[in-house]
């Protein structure tokens, strides 16, 4: 009878350590899960989707919190409205969504345009200067009394917007809040951020 050779001992099992429970971010629950926005990880989120936006960080993070707002609602909102204000990502962007990237509507009469003309909305009211369309823009757009708006005063005109009207304001139908909970899981994954 041929022997057989003793079994090996097994190696004591390692134990477990549990898996974090993954918490599916929202902008309700960003600052808790990741922390609150700071100019280094907006500076990633600008680069990761090749913005021209960047340097605007500051001007972000102190517009929302200033109306006690995430500041990560704000690049979510800004994904949502102009692609980063990328015009490789979205060919349709001119120089109102660059210099307006959240799509604030500082004025509301549609009417007063000529057609085509919509994203004048985008400008502020300002007597003293005039709206010059760039080479993408109809000439038709242009507009005496009003101006390209600054990224800060697009930014706070943002927060206002969200912290006196809410995401209803963005989109009559609802589900705003959704889109822009998607756009902050793209962020987040497309920089690898760790939770905090």
């Known amino acids: 009878m041929a022997c057989q050779p003793a079994p090996k001992p097994k190696a004591p099992a390692k134990p477990k350590t549990p898996a974090k ?3 599916s971010v929202t902008v309700d629950n960003v600052d808790e899960v990741y922390g609150s926005l700071t100019d ?3 500076k990633e ?3 990761a989707y090749g913005s021209p936006l960047a340097g605007n960080e500051k001007s972000l993070i102190s517009a929302f919190d200033a109306k006690n707002l995430s500041a990560w609602i704000g690049l979510a909102i800004i994904k949502e409205e102009s692609s980063f ?4 990502n ?3 962007l001119d120089e109102r969504n660059e210099a307006n990237p959240f799509s604030v509507h500082f004025n509301t009469d549609r009417k007063r345009w000529p057609k085509g003309c919509g994203k ?3 400008l502020i009211e300002d007597n003293k200067k005039e709206y010059t369309p760039g080479e993408t823009v109809k000439k038709e757009c242009a507009a005496k009394g009003f101006r390209l708006p600054t990224f800060p005063e697009s930014a706070a005109g943002a927060a206002k917007t969200i912290k ?3 995401f209803e304001a963005y989109r009559e139908k609802g589900g705003y809040k959704e889109v822009l909970n998607g756009h902050l899981r793209d962020m987040i994954s497309k920089i690898k951020l760790e939770p905090k």
């Open 45 to 47: 989120v600008f680069a």
């Open 90 to 92: 979205n060919p349709d």
């Open 40 to 42: 280094d990880i907006a």
């Open 120 to 122: 004048n909305l985008l």
């Open 21 to 23: 429970p993954k918490v």
């Open 85 to 88: 204000a990328n015009r490789a």
């Open 164 to 166: 006196n009207k809410g």
